[in-house]
C-alpha cells in the first residue's frame, strides 16, 4: 500500500488580536493569572459577522492547495474538522465545496474536537493508502469566539480558546520512506461529561445525571430551553484539573505507541507539535519524553487553544520556520473532549 504525504499546509488566523488584558476587562482575571495556568498570551478572535469557521477554513485550504501544485478542482475528496460548524448542521464540508467552486466529490465532517485534525488525516492517509482518492484536502477550523462567555463565571473556559484554521493537501508519496508512516487512534468515552457542550442536545438528561456543571437537573426534556440559557446550560463546561491529569497520561502514551510501532525512539524526533491545548501540559510531555526545546514547537501563547485547527496551525508555522526539512521525523499529537485521543508519524 502506498503511503500518503502532506503535498501542500496553510493556515488563517484573524487580524483581530485580544490579549489577556483585553480579556480583564470583561471578567476577574489578570495576565499573570492566565500565563501562570496556560502560557497563553494572547489568541485572535473573527471578524463576528464577516468570518465564520467554513471562512477561515477556505482561506488555509487555498494556500494549501496552491503549496500542492493543484487547483479546487482537482481535489479528490473534503474531510473538514470541527467541533464549531457554522450550522448544527449540514457541515461545513459541503460549505467549503460550494464557496471553492469544486466538483461534487465527498465531504466528511469529523465532530472530535482537539483530536478532529489527527482523527481527519488518518481517514485521508487510509484513502490514499488505498488507491481510492489521490488528493485529499483536510480541514481543521474553529470559531471559538462566537460561543463563548466573557463573564467571570466562564474564565476557566473563555481565556483559553482562539479562532482560526488550518490545513493540508495529502497525495500519494513517490519516495521511499516518505510520508505518514503510522496513526494511532483511542478514545474513551467513560468521562464524556467532564469536557462537553451539554445543549443544545436531546439526551433529556439521560447522562447528566449528577454531573458536574449541569446547571439544574429539572428543565432536561427540551432541545434548549430560555431557563437553560439564562443558567448558562448551553455553555461548554470543563473539569480541568481532571482533564490535565488525563492528558499528561494519554499524550506521552499515544506518542510512543507510534515510536514503537516504526522501531524509532522519542531521540528520533526531529520535532513533535502537540495540539495546543495548554503549556503546561506540552512542557510536562516534553520533560517525561526527555525532549530538548528544539523538539517541541509550540505556539498556544500567540493563538490559544483551537481545537481542530491548532495542530495544523502550528504544523504551517514550523515548516514556514524552517523548522521542518525534507526527511525529518515530525510527530503529531492529540487529546480532547470525548475523550478522543492520536498520534501521527510522519516523514517528512
Same mark, same amino acid.
Given at each position: 500500500?502506498?503511503?500518503?504525504?502532506?503535498?501542500?499546509?496553510?493556515?488563517?488566523?484573524?487580524?483581530?488580536?485580544?490579549?489577556?488584558?483585553?480579556?480583564?476587562?470583561?471578567?476577574?482575571?489578570?495576565?499573570?493569572?492566565?500565563?501562570?495556568?496556560?502560557?497563553?498570551?494572547?489568541?485572535?478572535? =473573527?471578524?463576528?459577522?464577516?468570518?465564520?469557521?467554513?471562512?477561515?477554513? +477556505?482561506?488555509? =485550504?487555498?494556500?494549501?492547495?496552491?503549496?500542492?501544485?493543484?487547483?479546487?478542482?482537482?481535489?479528490?475528496?473534503?474531510? /473538514?474538522?470541527?467541533?464549531?460548524?457554522?450550522?448544527?448542521?449540514?457541515?461545513?464540508?459541503?460549505?467549503?465545496?460550494?464557496?471553492?467552486?469544486?466538483?461534487?466529490?465527498?465531504?466528511?465532517?469529523?465532530?472530535?474536537?482537539?483530536?478532529?485534525?489527527?482523527?481527519?488525516?488518518?481517514?485521508?492517509?487510509?484513502?490514499?493508502?488505498?488507491?481510492?482518492?489521490?488528493?485529499?484536502?483536510?480541514?481543521?477550523?474553529?470559531?471559538?469566539?462566537?460561543?463563548?462567555?466573557?463573564?467571570?463565571?466562564?474564565?476557566?473556559?473563555?481565556?483559553?480558546?482562539?479562532?482560526?484554521?488550518?490545513?493540508?493537501?495529502?497525495?500519494?508519496?513517490?519516495?521511499?520512506?516518505?510520508? +505518514?508512516?503510522?496513526?494511532?487512534?483511542?478514545?474513551?468515552? %467513560?468521562?464524556?461529561?467532564?469536557?462537553?457542550?451539554?445543549?443544545?442536545?436531546?439526551?433529556?438528561?439521560?447522562? @447528566?445525571?449528577?454531573?458536574?456543571?449541569?446547571?439544574?437537573?429539572?428543565?432536561?426534556?427540551? /432541545?434548549?430551553?430560555?431557563?437553560?440559557?439564562?443558567?448558562?446550560? =448551553?455553555?461548554?463546561?470543563?473539569?480541568?484539573? %481532571?482533564?490535565?491529569?488525563?492528558?499528561?497520561?494519554?499524550?506521552?502514551?499515544?506518542?510512543?505507541?507510534?515510536?514503537?510501532?516504526?522501531? @524509532?525512539?522519542?531521540?528520533?524526533?526531529?520535532?513533535?507539535?502537540?495540539?495546543?491545548?495548554?503549556?503546561?501540559?506540552?512542557?510536562?510531555?516534553?520533560?517525561?519524553?526527555?525532549?530538548?526545546?528544539?523538539?517541541? /514547537?509550540?505556539?498556544?501563547?500567540?493563538?490559544?487553544?483551537?481545537?481542530?485547527?491548532?495542530?495544523?496551525?502550528?504544523?504551517?508555522? =514550523?515548516?514556514?520556520?524552517?523548522?521542518?526539512?525534507?526527511?525529518?521525523?515530525?510527530?503529531?499529537?492529540?487529546?480532547?473532549?470525548?475523550?478522543?485521543?492520536?498520534?501521527?508519524? +510522519?516523514?517528512?
Amino acid at each position: 500500500m502506498q503511503r500518503s504525504k502532506i503535498a501542500g499546509i496553510g493556515y488563517y488566523v484573524p487580524d483581530h488580536v485580544y490579549t489577556n488584558n483585553d480579556l480583564a476587562r470583561f471578567m476577574d482575571t489578570d495576565d499573570a493569572w492566565i500565563q501562570e495556568r496556560t502560557g497563553i498570551k494572547e489568541r485572535r478572535f =473573527a471578524d463576528r459577522m464577516g468570518e465564520t469557521t467554513t471562512t477561515m477554513g +477556505i482561506e488555509a =485550504a487555498k494556500i494549501a492547495i496552491g503549496r500542492a501544485g493543484i487547483t479546487p478542482q482537482d481535489v479528490d475528496f473534503i474531510i /473538514f474538522a470541527t467541533l464549531s460548524p457554522d450550522y448544527y448542521f449540514p457541515g461545513c464540508g459541503v460549505l467549503l465545496q460550494r464557496e471553492m467552486k469544486m466538483r461534487e466529490i465527498g465531504a466528511l465532517d469529523i465532530r472530535n474536537q482537539c483530536s478532529g485534525f489527527v482523527y481527519a488525516l488518518s481517514v485521508a492517509d487510509q484513502f490514499i493508502r488505498t488507491g481510492m482518492y489521490k488528493n485529499v484536502l483536510v480541514v481543521g477550523s474553529e470559531k471559538h469566539s462566537f460561543a463563548m462567555d466573557f463573564e467571570t463565571r466562564s474564565r476557566n473556559v473563555s481565556v483559553i480558546f482562539g479562532d482560526g484554521a488550518g490545513a493540508v493537501v495529502l497525495q500519494p508519496a513517490m519516495e521511499e520512506g516518505q510520508g +505518514i508512516l503510522s496513526t494511532h487512534l483511542h478514545s474513551d468515552g %467513560a468521562e464524556a461529561e467532564l469536557l462537553a457542550m451539554y445543549y443544545p442536545g436531546s439526551h433529556a438528561n439521560k447522562w @447528566l445525571e449528577g454531573k458536574p456543571g449541569f446547571p439544574n437537573q429539572e428543565l432536561g426534556g427540551l /432541545f434548549l430551553t430560555p431557563e437553560q440559557l439564562e443558567q448558562g446550560a =448551553a455553555l461548554p463546561y470543563m473539569d480541568g484539573p %481532571a482533564v490535565f491529569k488525563k492528558a499528561v497520561v494519554k499524550f506521552p502514551e499515544v506518542i510512543k505507541e507510534a515510536l514503537s510501532a516504526n522501531d @524509532l525512539s522519542p531521540a528520533d524526533i526531529d520535532l513533535l507539535v502537540p495540539h495546543q491545548a495548554n503549556l503546561r501540559i506540552s512542557q510536562y510531555v516534553q520533560q517525561l519524553l526527555g525532549l530538548r526545546d528544539a523538539q517541541v /514547537f509550540n505556539n498556544i501563547q500567540k493563538y490559544g487553544n483551537t481545537t481542530a485547527a491548532s495542530v495544523p496551525i502550528a504544523l504551517c508555522e =514550523a515548516w514556514e520556520a524552517g523548522l521542518i526539512n525534507d526527511g525529518d521525523l515530525v510527530c503529531l499529537a492529540a487529546f480532547g473532549s470525548g475523550f478522543t485521543w492520536g498520534s501521527a508519524l +510522519i516523514r517528512w
